[in-house]
C-alpha cells in the first residue's frame, strides 16, 4: 500500500491517509495530553527562552520547508546536522526531550500540513550534501520525509550519508501498511536513539 508504486501511483490518496491518520493522533494527542504540551513549552520557556525550535529542512523534489520541533539546544548553537553538534549545547532539558523523544511531537503540524509523513526519510538540512546527493541518486527525494522509519528505529543517523540514504531506499520500496504502524510503534516504545553529538 505504501510501496515505492504506492507512492507514485496512489500518492493522493497515502497524502490523504497520512493527513487523515495524523490528524486523528494529533486530536487524541492533544485531547489526552494537551495539558503536558502546555507544561513542556512553560519548562521549554524557561530553559531556553524559545521552546519552539523552526528549520528550513529538504522536503520532497527537493522543496524546502520548515519544520518545526521542541528546542533541545542552546539557541545560539550554529545550524548544523545533530551529530555535528557538541553535546554540551544540548541543554538538562533538551536530554530528557530527545530521550522520551517528546522533541518530535510538534512535526505533528508539519504531517498536517502536507509537509511530512508519519513515516518517511528524516529530513537533513540543506548543507548536507552529501546526504543529499546520496538521497537524490537512490529517488529518496520522491517521497514526503518523516518522523520516523527504518533508519531511526535501527539507531542509523545522518553520520553515515551512503549507509541511511541506502536504508532509506529500502524502506521506500518495501513499506506497507503493517511496517508503517510497527515503525511508529516501535518509536513510541522508544527504539531508536536519534542523531549522536559530538562528545
Known amino acids: 500500500m505504501c510501496n515505492l508504486l504506492f507512492y507514485k501511483s496512489c500518492e493522493v490518496k497515502r497524502n490523504k491517509h497520512d493527513s487523515q491518520f495524523g490528524c486523528v493522533i494529533f486530536g487524541a494527542w492533544i485531547t489526552v495530553r ?27 523534489n527537493l522543496q524546502p520547508f520548515t519544520l518545526v520541533k521542541f528546542r533541545t539546544m542552546k539557541p545560539e548553537t550554529a545550524s548544523v546536522a545533530t551529530h555535528l553538534a557538541n553535546s554540551s549545547d544540548i541543554t538538562p532539558f533538551g536530554h530528557f526531550l530527545r530521550r522520551t523523544k517528546l522533541d518530535e511531537l510538534p512535526q505533528l503540524w508539519n504531517v498536517l500540513k502536507g509537509e511530512m509523513s508519519l513515516v518517511g526519510p528524516r529530513p537533513c538540512l540543506f548543507n548536507q550534501q552529501e546526504l543529499i546527493q546520496e538521497r537524490e541518486a537512490l529517488g529518496v527525494f520522491n517521497v514526503p520525509p518523516g518522523i520516523t522509519g ?50
Open 34 to 60: 494537551g495539558p503536558i504540551f502546555l507544561v513542556l513549552t512553560i519548562i521549554g520557556f524557561f530553559d531556553t527562552g524559545s521552546p519552539i525550535f523552526r528549520q528550513t529542512r529538504v522536503g520532497r
Open 150 to 199: 527504518l533508519a531511526q528505529v535501527n539507531n542509523v543517523d545522518m553520520s553515515t550519508p551512503a549507509k541511511l540514504a541506502a536504508m532509506d531506499q529500502q524502506m521506500i520500496q518495501n513499506l506497507n501498511l503493517r511496517q508503517y504502524f510497527r515503525y511508529i510503534f516501535l518509536t513510541v516504545l522508544g527504539k531508536g536513539q536519534g542523531d549522536r553529538t559530538v562528545s
